[in-house]
């Protein structure tokens, strides 16, 4: 069975500061992984993903993550937090391959806030 | 290229009133999700469909909870009997393949429920 644990349900950064959300992952299969942002009253939007090529993945709006094997870890980071960023993040883990029994589950979420 | 669109954004009904949310996917996307998101989580799927066919309802409470996906178009979820615990937000989403946990998900806005 697969599972993600996000630690930290609230972290809160200075603008301007390190943005670092930590996401750790359980799964008997090689993963898919992902990092999905929501907005306030909107609908998730992918940030980016690791579908096992390079364990550095970029993604949108200056974020990346780094896939960890040896640490089961999928941690979100960007250097510097704008207040822009300031929303809800999930990391998910997803079966590999092609399969009817595929499915994406989803961590708790971290809520960022942003102080100025 | 229009999003994933979500019908009503939000809604308030009285317990045991029934309620039918619509979701309309990007077009050309095979596979459509149903989610349920509780406040301060992230979302729990409820049932998948990959064209007409729905794949992966194990988690859809079957006894008040129904859903279509006519012509692998357009999906409704209902509830009927809605019950105070049914308060959350109705996610919606879309993916362009079927069956590929590697797949990004287009998420829609959202349907939130109050039931009084």
């Known amino acids: 069975a697969q599972s993600v644990t996000q630690l930290g349900s609230h972290v809160s950064v200075s603008e301007g500061a390190l943005v670092l959300l930590r996401c750790n992952y359980s799964s008997s299969v090689p993963p898919y992984l992902f990092w999905y942002v929501q907005y306030p009253n909107q609908g998730l939007q992918l940030l980016l993903k690791?579908?096992?090529?390079?364990?550095l993945v970029k993604g949108i709006n200056g974020f990346e993550a780094e896939f960890k094997k040896s640490e089961t870890s999928f941690h979100l980071t960007k250097p510097s937090a704008h207040m822009s960023d300031a929303a809800e993040y999930f990391c998910a883990v997803s079966t590999s391959g092609y399969s009817s029994a595929s499915k994406i589950i989803f961590g708790s979420g971290t809520r960022l806030s942003i102080r100025p | 290229e229009a999003g994933v669109v979500q019908s009503p954004r939000y809604k308030i009904i009285e317990k045991k009133q029934p309620v039918a949310f619509w979701c309309n996917p990007i077009s050309g996307h095979n596979t459509l999700y149903w989610y349920l998101q509780n406040l301060g989580q992230g979302p729990e799927l409820l049932i998948r469909y990959e064209n007409e066919e729905a794949v992966d309802d194990s988690q859809l409470p079957k006894d008040r909870f129904s859903a279509e996906r006519l012509k692998g178009v357009d999906s409704t979820l209902k509830i009927q009997p809605a019950e105070l615990g049914d308060s959350a937000v109705y996610l919606c989403a879309s993916s362009p393949h079927s069956g590929s946990g590697a797949d990004t998900q287009y998420f829609g806005p959202g349907t939130r429920l109050t039931v009084l």
């Open positions: 690791y579908t096992s090529a390079a364990t």
